[in-house]
């Protein structure tokens, strides 16, 4: 079973930061690509930064500037350095792995694998 846990949201007011961290744990063979993703209630979840196992970089147009992807090989995790946070930026924040992990049947390439979320709540 793998495991993906989310820390590192709250309530920030705007213009500060927050760094969340996203562990992945369990039967994981590789990972290819982690990701940031963001949904507010009534809308479709969207890519915030991605980031593959060569480092190479993605953002949405919203954050970039404002926001850094980065990630721990060794460890299996992923960070999200957020600053210059707007109210606009509230919402869950969900992590996301690409890879190859270990099932009961045997081992399978999954695109998405989502951990449960943090909240982010940016207001004055």
């Known amino acids: 079973q793998v495991q993906l846990v989310e820390s590192g949201g709250g309530l920030v007011q705007p213009g500060g930061s927050l760094r969340l961290s996203c562990a992945a744990s369990?039967?994981?063979?590789?990972?290819?690509?982690m990701g940031w993703y963001r949904q507010v209630p009534g809308k479709q979840r969207e890519l915030v930064a991605s980031?593959?196992?060569?480092?190479?970089?993605n953002y949405a147009d919203s954050v970039k500037a404002r926001f850094a992807i980065s990630r721990d090989n060794a460890k299996n995790m992923v960070y999200l350095q957020m600053n210059s946070l707007r109210p606009e930026d509230t919402a869950v924040y969900y992590c996301?792995?690409?890879?190859?992990?270990?099932?009961?049947?045997?081992?399978?390439?999954?695109?998405?694998?989502w951990g449960q979320g943090t909240q982010v709540t940016v207001s004055s």
């Open positions: 996301k792995l690409v890879g190859i992990i270990v099932f009961t049947n045997g081992p399978a390439y999954i695109n998405d694998y």
């Open positions: 369990g039967s994981i063979v590789s990972i290819d690509t």
């Open positions: 980031i593959n196992s060569g480092g190479s970089t």
